[in-house]
Structures are given as C-alpha cells and as structure tokens.
C-alpha cells in the first residue's frame, strides 16, 4: 500500500499541488484522474520521488520515503515498476535488451535466466518471438507499451507506476493495454497508480479513482461511483463527453 | 552570472555522480570500448583529412611567405613540428571534436532526457550519470592520445608531401627542420592537453544533455551550448596549462 499524506509542491513559487492526501492499495488499479495541466503528472512523480515534495509524507508499506537515505532509496527503486507516457524504451537496445535491462543491472541471475525471464515477461504481454530482436523505433506504439510493461515487470515490482499508459493508442489497443495493466495487478498483488485522462480507461479498470482539480483533490471513489454521485467537479470532468451525458440520461431514465 | 555559478555548481554536482559508486561495473566497462569506437575511433578520418590538408596547406604557407635571406630554408620544417606539436594537434583538433563530438554527446543524452529514457533509468535506481555519462568521458579521454599521435604524424606527412612533389623546398631542408632542436617534453605536453580537453568536450556535453528541459528545441539548444561552451572552456584551460607546462 502506498499513503500520501498533505502533499505540497510548487515550482519558481507557483503553487502545483495543495495539501494532497490518499491512500493507494495493494492488488488494485488505482486512477488519478484529472485534466490535462491538473497536476496530476506531477503527483505522480512526486509520489514516485523524481520531485521532492516541500511537505507531506509519502509512506511505502510505512516507510517514509522523505526520511529514507539515498540508499534506502536505491533499494525501494528495485520494487517499484513505472510505464511511461512515451514508453521510455532505449533506442539503442532490443526489445529483448529492455526487457533485460533491470535484470541485468541488479539481479545476479546467469545469462541465461535473465532471458528466460525476459521472454517470459514478453509472452505475458503477449509478444511473439520474431519481435524480440526488433529496436523500439521499428515496433508500433501499443507493442512499445507493452514492452514498457514487461520492462516494468521484470524484477517482480511492488508498486507499478503508469503515466497516462493510453495516450497516442486506439481505441482497441488501449483495451488490451488496460486489462493487461488490471490483470498483472491482480495477478501479482502490485499496488498500481496510474495516471488518466481517458474515461474508457477509467470506467474499464478504476478500482479506486482520486480526481485532482487544480491541483487539489476533488473526489475521490470508484468506477462505480461515478454516475452516483453529485460531486460538480467529477461531473465538470466526466460529463464533458456527450456520450456519457447520454449513458447518465440512460441510467436517470432507468431509475425512474 | 548568478546563471554561471548555478550552472557550476550543478556540474560540479553532476560530475560527483558521474564519479560516484557504480551501479554494476561490468555493465558500465562493456560500454567504455564501444564510446571509444564511437567517439574516438570513427573521428579518425575527420581528422585525418584536416591533418594531412593543413599540413600541405601551412608547409606551402610558411615557404611563400617567409622569403627572408636571413631566415634558414630549414624554418619551415621547424615551424611546422611545432605548430602541430604545441597547438593544432591539441587545441586545433579538440576545437573540431566539440563540434563533432560533443554535438553528439549533448543530443543522445539530450534526446533520452527529453523522451524520459533517463527518467526510466531513475525509478529503476540505476545512478543514469553514472551509466551514461562515465563510458563516454573515459572512451573520448582513453582515445585521444591516438588521436593527437595520428594528427601530428599525418600533418608532417602532409609537410613532407609538399618537399617530395614541389620544388618550394627540398627534403634534406624539411626534415633537417624538423628534427632540429626537438623537444620530446612538446609531446607529452599535447597529449596531457588533448586528454584535458577530451574530458572537457565530453563533460560539458553531457551536461548540458543531462539537463536539456523541454522537447526537440532543448536538444538543440543543449548541442549548441556543448559546442559554444566546451569551446570557451578549452581555450581557457589551454591558456593555464600553457603557463603551467612552458613557462
């Protein structure tokens, strides 16, 4: 589990976020939602601790990231996997050589088993063999993304960080980047932070959402909440798309 | 000049995690001979072709130019080992490695930070200064003295080129200058300041690379301030170590 408590940022005296709290469990996707140049990014790295918080406390497992060492900070690195918006992959490796990256960096696996693991990592997100060999630069989008998730998957992380994981991708490749992001969740136990705009992402895999407008926390709740409730903030964010306006006109019309 | 004390001081910082304890040493070792071959090795014709032509070029230079009876035909030799010897083949060829080589630098470093390849290297807790930033400075640095050794012998080859296919001068006068009153100190000299300016190009690189803030215009930027600032900065340290080694 993760815990965010009363976050503060602020860059050249602007103030980003505002007195942020939340907590993020264990084994469930959970969504920032907010849009775009809402602070949700920044939240996000804030948690992960490429921004330094000015106050607040980040608690891994209730460890308190602003008092670790560098050290300790090191060692936290190794369990926490992250899925870049742009996917991040190195142009100067294989798609294989991503993969094995983290392993070879920190693990004392053989040769060997560090490409076994990789492999097993790519089938997991279901990536055929004749790809291994490929460099990102000649693999589409939504297979770097996957890549990007076996990457971030290769030395069995804790915490699992994706920034706006749908972005550039259609419809249907977003579909299977979601359920895969869900089902590695499940499946692991991975407390998962993902950052959204996309409201197909956030109705398909939202076990638990926090909204930030303006960089303070509007709502906060689940997939199955958001048609229940009258929060105008939510409602400014959700309904902006007409055809959730008509799936709510839809469920209103249903009660009645 | 608030801006170049920052500046400074985060490359003083930059360079302690540059230096710092290494994440996996086989991994970042692997990475020097391929730097050297990239930074080094494939900068060997560039500077080959500029060796050999400004040889030729400054050999005739020296022989139109110098027609003073009092001046022995043997100068020309002389002057030519020696401008090569002291300068061009330090100072001269390192100004030409900026921009080559640290353009290069500043962009691939620049590029990965703009599209969050350093950023993964961070959450993974690999130290990405460390790993990126070491092979680089030690391929360019290792390399150099090939290079200065390469420069100095094809520019003298280029003099030598001029006395064999011309009658500006004949060869007895060229190589008698050139062996006259030889200082082997001028050498060591040039590959002590080539190896100094190698870890300048390659340092100052990447950090403006490093801290390159934006999309394709802040690599651009970042190349071109590698190439300016390098620049600016040799041509100091090669004032302090003209003091320090000659006088």
């Given at each position: 589990m993760i815990e965010v408590k009363n976050i503060n940022k602020s860059f050249d005296g602007k103030q980003i976020l505002y007195d942020i709290s939340a907590q993020f469990l264990g084994g469930n996707v959970n969504q920032i939602i907010g849009q775009s140049g809402s602070g949700k990014t920044v939240l996000m790295k804030s948690i992960i601790g490429l921004f330094k918080a000015e106050s607040g406390e980040v608690l891994y497992d209730g460890r308190n990231l602003q008092e670790m060492t560098e050290k300790e900070v090191k060692i936290l690195r190794r369990e926490v996997g992250m899925l870049f918006q742009g996917s991040a992959l190195f142009d100067s490796l294989t798609v294989l050589g991503n993969v094995m990256y983290p392993l070879e960096m920190f693990s004392s696996m053989t040769r060997i088993e560090m490409e076994k693991r990789a492999k097993f990592c790519l089938e997991r997100v279901n990536l055929i063999d004749e790809k291994h060999n490929l460099y990102p630069g000649e693999i589409s989008g939504g297979m770097q993304k996957r890549v990007a998730i076996a990457r971030?998957?290769?030395?069995?992380?804790?915490?699992?960080?994706?920034?706006?994981?749908?972005s550039g991708l259609d419809p249907v490749t977003s579909l299977v980047i979601d359920k895969l992001i869900s089902d590695?969740?499940?499946?692991?136990?991975i407390t998962t932070i993902v950052n959204t705009h996309d409201m197909n992402s956030i109705m398909e895999t939202g076990d638990h959402i926090i909204l930030i407008k303006g960089g303070r926390k509007a709502w906060e709740g689940s997939k199955n909440d958001i048609f229940e409730k009258g929060n105008p903030d939510l409602e400014d964010f959700v309904f902006a798309s007409d055809l959730f306006k008509t799936i709510r006109k839809k469920k209103v019309d249903n009660n009645n | 000049m608030k801006r170049l004390f920052e500046d400074i001081g985060r490359y003083c910082q930059l360079m302690l995690r540059v230096f710092s304890r290494t994440d996996n040493r086989r991994m970042l070792w692997k990475q020097v001979p391929t730097e050297m071959v990239k930074l080094g090795a494939d900068s060997i014709l560039l500077i080959a072709i500029i060796s050999i032509f400004m040889g030729v070029i400054m050999t005739m230079q020296v022989i139109l130019n110098t027609e003073n009876p009092?001046?022995?035909?043997?100068?020309?030799?002389?002057?030519?080992?020696?401008?090569?010897?002291l300068e061009f083949s330090s100072t001269i060829m390192c100004l030409l490695l900026a921009g080559k080589v640290g353009s290069n630098i500043a962009s691939e470093i620049g590029s990965m930070r703009v599209s969050e390849q350093i950023d993964a290297m961070e959450i993974m807790g690999v130290n990405s200064a460390n790993y990126l930033i070491f092979p680089k400075i030690m391929g360019l640095v290792i390399f150099m003295p090939i290079l200065v050794t390469l420069c100095v012998a094809l520019g003298l080859i280029g003099g030598v080129g001029v006395a064999a296919f011309t009658d500006l001068i004949t060869m007895d006068d060229f190589v008698y200058g050139l062996q006259y009153a030889f200082?082997?100190?001028?050498?060591?000299?040039?590959?002590?300041?080539?190896?100094?300016?190698?870890?300048?190009?390659?340092?100052?690189?990447?950090?403006?690379?490093?801290?390159?803030?934006?999309?394709?215009?802040?690599?651009?930027?970042?190349?071109?301030?590698?190439?300016v600032k390098s620049s600016i900065i040799m041509l100091l340290?090669?004032?302090?170590?003209?003091?320090?080694?000659?006088?």
């Amino acid at each position: 589990m993760i815990e965010v408590k009363n976050i503060n940022k602020s860059f050249d005296g602007k103030q980003i976020l505002y007195d942020i709290s939340a907590q993020f469990l264990g084994g469930n996707v959970n969504q920032i939602i907010g849009q775009s140049g809402s602070g949700k990014t920044v939240l996000m790295k804030s948690i992960i601790g490429l921004f330094k918080a000015e106050s607040g406390e980040v608690l891994y497992d209730g460890r308190n990231l602003q008092e670790m060492t560098e050290k300790e900070v090191k060692i936290l690195r190794r369990e926490v996997g992250m899925l870049f918006q742009g996917s991040a992959l190195f142009d100067s490796l294989t798609v294989l050589g991503n993969v094995m990256y983290p392993l070879e960096m920190f693990s004392s696996m053989t040769r060997i088993e560090m490409e076994k693991r990789a492999k097993f990592c790519l089938e997991r997100v279901n990536l055929i063999d004749e790809k291994h060999n490929l460099y990102p630069g000649e693999i589409s989008g939504g297979m770097q993304k996957r890549v990007a998730i076996a990457r971030a998957i290769a030395l069995n992380p804790k915490y699992l960080f994706c920034d706006e994981p749908n972005s550039g991708l259609d419809p249907v490749t977003s579909l299977v980047i979601d359920k895969l992001i869900s089902d590695i969740t499940k499946e692991y136990g991975i407390t998962t932070i993902v950052n959204t705009h996309d409201m197909n992402s956030i109705m398909e895999t939202g076990d638990h959402i926090i909204l930030i407008k303006g960089g303070r926390k509007a709502w906060e709740g689940s997939k199955n909440d958001i048609f229940e409730k009258g929060n105008p903030d939510l409602e400014d964010f959700v309904f902006a798309s007409d055809l959730f306006k008509t799936i709510r006109k839809k469920k209103v019309d249903n009660n009645n | 000049m608030k801006r170049l004390f920052e500046d400074i001081g985060r490359y003083c910082q930059l360079m302690l995690r540059v230096f710092s304890r290494t994440d996996n040493r086989r991994m970042l070792w692997k990475q020097v001979p391929t730097e050297m071959v990239k930074l080094g090795a494939d900068s060997i014709l560039l500077i080959a072709i500029i060796s050999i032509f400004m040889g030729v070029i400054m050999t005739m230079q020296v022989i139109l130019n110098t027609e003073n009876p009092l001046l022995p035909r043997y100068t020309t030799g002389l002057m030519l080992r020696d401008t090569y010897l002291l300068e061009f083949s330090s100072t001269i060829m390192c100004l030409l490695l900026a921009g080559k080589v640290g353009s290069n630098i500043a962009s691939e470093i620049g590029s990965m930070r703009v599209s969050e390849q350093i950023d993964a290297m961070e959450i993974m807790g690999v130290n990405s200064a460390n790993y990126l930033i070491f092979p680089k400075i030690m391929g360019l640095v290792i390399f150099m003295p090939i290079l200065v050794t390469l420069c100095v012998a094809l520019g003298l080859i280029g003099g030598v080129g001029v006395a064999a296919f011309t009658d500006l001068i004949t060869m007895d006068d060229f190589v008698y200058g050139l062996q006259y009153a030889f200082i082997p100190f001028y050498f060591t000299y040039s590959v002590i300041k080539s190896i100094v300016f190698g870890f300048i190009i390659s340092s100052v690189s990447a950090f403006y690379g490093y801290y390159a803030f934006g999309g394709a215009l802040a690599v651009g930027r970042a190349s071109t301030n590698a190439v300016v600032k390098s620049s600016i900065i040799m041509l100091l340290m090669d004032i302090v170590l003209t003091d320090l080694m000659l006088t």
